[in-house]
């Protein structure tokens, strides 16, 4: 089984450079499945990928979505070590219009994926592990449908 969750993420897994920025090598990207954040390794950023709801696109048979790799770092150490990261993400997922996964178990195929965007330097105030902390993402619109749609 190999979702397309897995594949974004087994994508970042991959990348030495990426891994070296974030400085905590795979103990810095967290997200692999759909699981709330678990603990990081304090001193280094870390990066969370979620997916967010999709929703019926204009297109017929398929549905737009978006995919996010959240960042997170020590506020003392401001958003440089965030933004090369981030950065390099960028590069991970360049816009494809031909499609580039397929979940071998739904039979779901993303159809098409479009340019990342940077979000904003802000502070997570939320609860748990990332409170307090440094926080940018980048997002990745894409289209899915089914294979045979």
Avoid: C
């Amino acid at each position: 089984m190999t979702s397309l969750r897995s594949q974004v993420y087994a994508t970042a897994l991959a990348d030495s450079t990426l891994l070296a920025l974030l400085g905590g090598g795979a103990a810095s990207l967290l997200g692999a499945d759909a699981t709330p954040l678990p603990a990081h390794r304090p001193g280094t950023p870390f990066l969370y990928l979620e997916f967010d709801a999709e929703v019926d696109s204009l297109a017929p048979n398929v549905v737009d979505g978006l995919f996010r790799w959240r960042g997170y770092d020590d506020p003392q150490a401001s958003y440089a070590r965030l933004r090369s990261a981030l950065g390099r993400v960028l590069r991970l997922y360049p816009a494809d219009p031909d499609g580039v996964l397929r979940d071998t178990t739904t039979g779901e195929v993303i159809v098409w994926t479009g340019h990342g965007l940077l979000g904003p330097e802000t502070v997570d105030v939320g609860g748990g592990i990332s409170a307090g902390l440094n926080q940018q993402w980048v997002t990745f619109p894409y289209r899915k449908g089914h294979i045979g749609f």
